[in-house]
């Protein structure tokens, strides 16, 4: 709601927020908690009335509403989703099925980008939970299904409409819990073939994008790092490489916290000596400089 989502001071904001949970928490204790399905069907409700209000309010009040619209949506949308999967019993699949239906029947209700965020979170988490559930299946791996949702929202983030960028910033940390847990639990895929694919996807979008001004040592380069580290480091990359294309402070930030985790977690589980892992820093080290050196020279595709 572009109306109602104004700037005001954070102070104000942090009142305005704890104000509306408070709300949220007050009326679910007066609908009878913890009767799930009944209170999450009167906080959707009451999340369409306070979407309703927050549309024709302004300043503070608009505010305080909106963000009472956005609380009464997530908690009531959760709480749905609990009721009926303990009603009917529902499966992994049968609750994924769930949770993508209520997502897409709120997203053009609830416009808060927030909302919209969440919600595309919990369908990729549902996805998640549904595979990991299928543990007999050769495929698909969940090494291979972070890699597919990191290419989605990185593709997502390209696209115009301010519309879809929700569902993008919600698929990223999606994909980071399914690239953990395929290492936690020991269900890594072949790693080269995760690599190659998302290197000749990240490729192929940074030279759509790119056009004439395509740097064919940059797609040499994304390539040369899926192989030679892991994908988290390569998305964590590739978000940096978005970021600067396009100037956008947030995905500087989220890039820099996928690639230094992602970073980190290479160099402590690597089955070496501290020289040999010293080593390789510095030889980072020397290709980043060289790389940095060689962009100065002059023209070059971001």
């Known amino acids: 709601m572009p109306d109602t989502e104004t700037k005001l001071p954070f102070m104000v904001s942090a009142l305005v927020?704890?104000?509306?949970?408070?709300?949220?928490?007050?009326?679910?204790?007066?609908?009878?908690?913890?009767?799930?399905?009944?209170?999450?069907?009167?906080?959707?409700?009451?999340?369409?009335?306070?979407?309703y209000v927050a549309g024709r309010t302004?300043?503070?009040?608009?505010?305080?509403?909106?963000?009472?619209?956005?609380?009464?949506?997530?908690c009531g949308k959760g709480l749905l989703i609990f009721g009926l999967g303990m009603l009917w019993h529902l499966s992994a699949a049968e609750a994924c099925w769930l949770v993508w239906g209520i997502t897409l029947l709120g997203y053009p209700i609830f416009t808060q980008k927030m909302d919209r965020a969440v919600m595309s979170f919990a369908s990729a988490m549902a996805l998640l939970w549904w595979v990991f559930q299928q543990r007999t299946g050769t495929w698909p791996w969940l090494e291979?299904?972070?890699?597919?949702?990191?290419?989605v929202a990185y593709v997502l983030f390209f696209v115009p409409s301010e519309k879809v960028r929700p569902v993008a910033w919600g698929l990223l940390p999606a994909c980071l819990a399914a690239f953990g847990c395929s290492w936690l639990f020991g269900r890594v895929a072949t790693l080269p073939v995760n690599a190659l694919l998302l290197g000749l996807c990240l490729c192929g979008v940074y030279a759509w994008r790119a056009k004439s001004r395509f740097n064919g040592y940059v797609a040499v380069l994304i390539l040369l790092l899926s192989y030679i580290t892991n994908v988290g480091t390569v998305m964590g990359g590739a978000l940096l490489a978005l970021a600067f294309s396009q100037n956008r402070l947030s995905l500087k930030i989220a890039g820099t916290a996928v690639f230094a985790l992602s970073l980190v977690w290479l160099y402590y589980h690597m089955q070496t000596t501290l020289l040999v892992k010293s080593f390789?820093?510095?030889?980072?080290?020397?290709?980043?400089?060289?790389?940095?050196a060689w962009q100065?020279?002059?023209?070059y595709a971001r």
């Open 58 to 74: 302004r300043g503070v009040a608009g505010a305080f509403w909106a963000q009472t619209a956005l609380v009464f949506s997530l």
């Open 17 to 51: 927020t704890v104000g509306a949970c408070l709300a949220c928490v007050l009326t679910m204790i007066l609908m009878g908690w913890p009767n799930f399905l009944g209170a999450g069907v009167g906080s959707v409700l009451l999340a369409l009335v306070g979407t």
């Open 144 to 151: 291979s299904l972070s890699v597919l949702l990191f290419v």
């Open 296 to 299: 100065k020279r002059g023209i």
């Open 280 to 292: 390789y820093l510095w030889a980072a080290g020397l290709v980043l400089l060289a790389v940095y």
